[in-house]
């Protein structure tokens, strides 16, 4: 399935949520499509900006739970996205319909004739605008600026500042661990005086895969064979324990063999 990325921050998806939203109330209110071009600019008014709160409302509920998933499984794909959306859109569905029929609107359609030729036809039009935000958001992700990594060993002077995305892998090394990183594009190694254990309470987000290695799946290369990944400039072995974790998150192409001989 094709991997892309996902901003996970709830202010900026609050924004969009709110475009949408502002977005829906314009047209419902200026266009006044269907039925609603019988009422007056002051009716329209009162009564249809509930229909952007609901899908404001709506938006937001999608987010923690696009999050929960996101950090469940460590990756987000486009069978995810258009599920989220489908999601997203099940909520306005249902809430549209329901404030339709309410004492404010007393809507006449029935459920499947509101469907069809007043809510659909909206919401297809919508479409483009919730596509294109959940897209501006994925490259304000890829545009990030390289975020400074720091890893402190139990020494003072034990502190080593990368970008996060040049550390290839941290193993552990008797008393203390050695990291691997890209300085210039070349392998560089450095022994902090620490344990694995402790590094990846500092790193969560780096992925165990051994239990003397952590590493950053950003620099997964391919599969050597069922036992050894490669990163960029480096070789790493992987252990029976984590194998199926490692395969979920890097989806990797040996992934039906490396899941049969982990059982």
Not at 94 to 119: A, H, P, Q, R, W
């Amino acid at each position: 399935m094709l991997p892309l990325k996902l901003n996970t921050s709830f202010q900026l998806h609050l924004i969009i949520a709110i475009m949408i939203s502002v977005w829906l109330v314009v047209f419902l209110v200026l266009i006044a499509p269907f039925d609603a071009g019988d009422l007056s600019f002051m009716i329209r008014l009162q009564i249809l900006p509930p229909y952007g709160l609901i899908s404001l409302i709506s938006y937001l509920a999608i987010v923690p739970l696009q999050n929960f998933v996101f950090k469940k499984s460590k990756k987000w794909t486009v069978f995810l996205e258009v599920l989220i959306i489908v999601v997203y859109n099940l909520l306005v569905w249902l809430g549209s319909y329901m404030y339709y029929k309410t004492d404010i609107i007393n809507g006449l359609y029935s459920f499947s004739k509101f469907t069809l030729e007043v809510y659909y036809p909206i919401f297809f039009i919508l479409l483009p605008i919730i596509v294109f935000g959940r897209w501006y958001l994925t490259k304000r992700v890829e545009n990030q600026p390289n975020k400074e990594l720091v890893l402190i060993g139990e020494n003072k002077y034990d502190i080593l500042k990368i970008n996060s995305c040049d550390l290839l892998c941290i193993s552990s090394a008797d008393n203390y661990v050695e990291v691997s990183y890209l300085l210039n594009n070349e392998l560089q190694k450095k022994l902090l005086r620490n344990t694995l254990k402790n590094i990846h309470t500092q790193k969560p987000d780096l992925l165990k895969v051994h239990r003397s290695h952590i590493i950053n799946p950003l620099h997964f290369k391919e599969w050597i064979n069922s036992n050894t990944i490669q990163l960029s400039h480096m070789q790493v072995p992987i252990s029976k324990n984590y194998k199926k974790d490692i395969v979920a998150i890097l989806d990797s192409p040996l992934k039906t063999m490396s899941l049969s001989q982990t059982q």
